[in-house]
């Protein structure tokens, strides 16, 4: 008898961790996507130590004003980077990052919420979004989510929108950052030819191939081949991820495999931003660095080559 109650007692215990295991994944500290339901939930969390820091990336502040999602902050993205030497939409040095990330209250002990809209080409505003979660990763932080499908998705869903203005306290950041996510352009020049690295241009193909009139010089980074962020999202929302089962083939086609350091570039770094955050991230690639110059930098640096032909992957 009391091995039959023993019985019946880890069965019971069984059956609630089925129950609990569905929903763990969202409190534990992580990278990664977020469903608007998921992401509600958690903003309406009975407990408050549980509840997110909500950030609002997009560029316009006008969009924020028409409709947010609720408790969030608007962090313009491209506060985060300003010209330097000359080169415009450089990442700005650490000491006035932290700045603008402490007055957003970003904090260690917190789950990050990122999102913005515009799920029709070319507005991008997705990017947005992955280059904020770049900077806090890169600043320490280890619990971010952007919204799958972003506010089209949350609309859609009817949940609910706000024009009311939320504030943060002052955050908390790591003491330990993780600057090694990031190359600068000597790393790049150092590791893009070694056997095991790939270079991947994120850009469309007519930039990569210099069929533009946006850079001041044409074509891309000698050895890099091109895959297009948007081909990692679903076509009638940029704002929403492909699973990883739908575009692993087309990833190892290009040569982009779990195997291989993969060195992340695109025109400023916000395309770059979202095809790391997807391989790292999404995929779960080991080894993913973005470089933060991108194009915008090395194509101002006349001393260094160009290449206008396509390549194939090793």
């Given at each position: 008898m009391v091995m039959?109650k023993s019985?019946k007692s880890?069965?019971?215990?069984f059956f609630?961790?089925l129950?609990?295991?569905p929903?763990?994944?969202?409190f534990?500290?992580?990278i990664n996507i977020?469903?608007p339901?998921?992401?509600y939930?958690l903003i309406?969390?009975?407990?408050p130590?549980?509840r997110?820091l909500?950030?609002?990336?997009?560029?316009g502040y006008?969009?924020?004003?028409?409709?947010?999602?609720?408790?969030?902050?608007h962090l313009?993205?491209d506060?985060l980077r300003?010209?330097?030497?000359?080169?415009p939409?450089?990442y700005l040095?650490?000491?006035l990052?932290?700045?603008?990330?402490l007055?957003?209250?970003v904090?260690?002990d917190?789950?990050?919420?990122l999102?913005?809209?515009?799920?029709?080409?070319?507005?991008?505003?997705?990017?947005s979004?992955?280059?904020?979660?770049?900077?806090l990763?890169k600043?320490g932080?280890?619990?971010?989510?952007i919204?799958?499908?972003g506010i089209?998705q949350?609309?859609?869903?009817?949940l609910?929108?706000?024009?009311?203005y939320f504030?943060?306290?002052p955050?908390?950041?790591p003491?330990k950052?993780?600057?090694?996510?990031?190359?600068?352009?000597?790393?790049?020049l150092?590791n893009k030819?070694?056997?095991?690295?790939?270079?991947?241009?994120?850009?469309?193909?007519?930039?990569?191939l210099?069929?533009?009139d946006?850079w001041?010089?044409k074509?891309?980074?000698p050895?890099?081949?091109?895959f297009?962020?948007?081909r990692?999202?679903e076509?009638?929302?940029t704002?929403?991820f492909?699973?990883?089962?739908e575009?692993k083939?087309?990833?190892e086609a290009?040569?982009?495999t779990?195997?291989?350091?993969?060195?992340?570039?695109c025109?400023?770094?916000?395309?770059?931003?979202?095809?790391r955050?997807y391989?790292?991230h999404v995929?779960k690639?080991p080894n993913?660095?973005?470089?933060e110059?991108?194009?915008?930098?090395?194509a101002?640096l006349?001393?260094?080559?160009?290449?206008l032909k396509?390549n194939?992957?090793k």
């Open positions: 039959l019985f880890l069965g019971r215990a609630v961790a129950l609990v295991l929903f763990s994944g969202i534990a500290a992580d977020i469903s339901q998921d992401a939930e309406n969390s009975a407990e130590s549980k997110p909500v950030i609002d990336t997009r560029g006008k969009d924020y004003f028409r409709g947010h999602l609720p408790t969030s902050h313009n993205f506060t300003g010209t330097d030497q000359g080169v939409v450089q040095p650490d000491d990052t932290k700045a603008l990330l007055r957003a209250g904090d260690k917190r789950i990050h919420i999102y913005a809209t515009g799920e029709k080409l070319p507005n991008d505003e997705i990017l979004a992955s280059m904020v979660a770049f900077v990763e600043y932080v280890k619990d971010i989510r919204v799958d499908g089209p949350w609309t859609a869903e009817k609910p929108v706000t024009q009311e504030g943060n306290p955050g908390h950041l003491e950052g993780a600057p090694e996510i990031a190359f600068t352009l000597e790393e790049v150092a030819d070694k056997p095991d690295s790939v270079l991947v241009d994120a850009r469309p193909r007519n930039e990569y210099g069929d533009d946006i001041v010089r074509g891309h980074i050895g890099a081949i091109n297009h962020w948007a990692l999202m076509d009638e929302n704002h929403k492909r699973p990883y089962s575009t083939a087309s990833l290009a040569g982009l779990p195997d291989k350091q993969i060195i992340v570039y025109g400023t770094s916000r395309e770059g931003s979202l095809l955050f391989l790292k995929a690639y993913v660095r973005l470089y110059g991108s194009w915008k930098e090395y101002s006349k001393q260094y080559p160009a290449e396509e194939i992957a």
